[in-house]
């Protein structure tokens, strides 16, 4: 069974300093997003991305987040200098295209997530 | 406006009971998309179902159904004769022509032995 592998699984950071949370999505898929669950919250869009480029991010996705796709393998979400709400599960996934109307109404595979935890 | 609400934060049955979640949704869209995700206590997001709008049709697989009903803006789980390791919590989620999923805020689900 394909998956999504995120990488850490944990990671704690102090206040200010740069993270990058990595994902390798499946390989055959091109959509690929990133989504945060703050504990004991909902899980919120950040950002998703296709044909190498942002196609739509939320208000939560400021200037301190960014995400590449380096190597054509790896998805990256860097997190400039982090604020102790960034402290949450961050969630990668990814979907294949889909000949369904609606052309994000993928079934999304998501990774097992990376815990950020900002002290 | 686009939202997902399951308005039952945490349900505690008895292993073998049935018990169902609700999920309750608003679109303007007549065109979109409805999940159900499964997050077990070691943290992943797991799709269990996808329906489109225009399917009305309920499912059944294996011990879990779901209930779509557009005329209350519904599509509810439930899971019968329930077992320990259905214990999770479960996600509603919705994707309209926006093109991304909004999730609900969970049901947290214990089943207890």
């Known amino acids: 069974e394909p998956e999504v592998t995120q990488t850490p699984s944990h990671q704690v950071t102090q206040m200010g300093q740069e993270v990058i949370l990595r994902c390798v999505p499946i390989s055959n898929h091109l959509y690929f997003y990133w989504y945060r669950q703050i504990l004991g919250q909902k899980v919120e869009f950040l950002v998703s991305?296709?044909?190498?480029?942002?196609?739509?991010k939320s208000e939560i996705f400021d200037d301190q987040f960014s995400v590449e796709r380096p190597d054509g393998s790896n998805f990256t979400l860097k997190i400039r200098s982090t604020k102790l709400e960034d402290s949450a599960m961050y969630f990668c996934a990814s979907s294949a295209p889909d000949r369904g109307k609606i052309s994000g109404a993928n079934v999304l595979t998501f990774g097992a997530g990376s815990r950020l935890t900002v002290l | 406006a686009q939202k997902v609400t399951q308005a039952q934060t945490e349900i505690s049955v008895v292993e073998k009971e049935d018990v169902t979640l609700d999920c309750v949704y608003e679109?303007?869209?007549?065109?979109?998309?409805l999940f159900w995700y499964k997050q077990p206590p070691s943290g992943e997001l797991v799709f269990l179902i996808r329906r489109n709008s225009f399917d009305e049709q309920n499912e059944i697989s294996g011990r879990y159904s779901w209930n779509f009903q557009k005329s209350t803006s519904s599509f509810n789980f439930t899971i019968t004769a329930s077992q320990v390791v259905d214990s999770a919590v479960y996600f509603c989620a919705l994707v309209n022509r926006d093109d991304k999923i909004i999730f609900g805020k969970g049901t947290r689900l214990h089943i207890l032995p």
């Open positions: 679109t303007r869209d007549t065109t979109y998309y």
């Open positions: 991305f296709y044909n190498n480029e942002i196609s739509e």
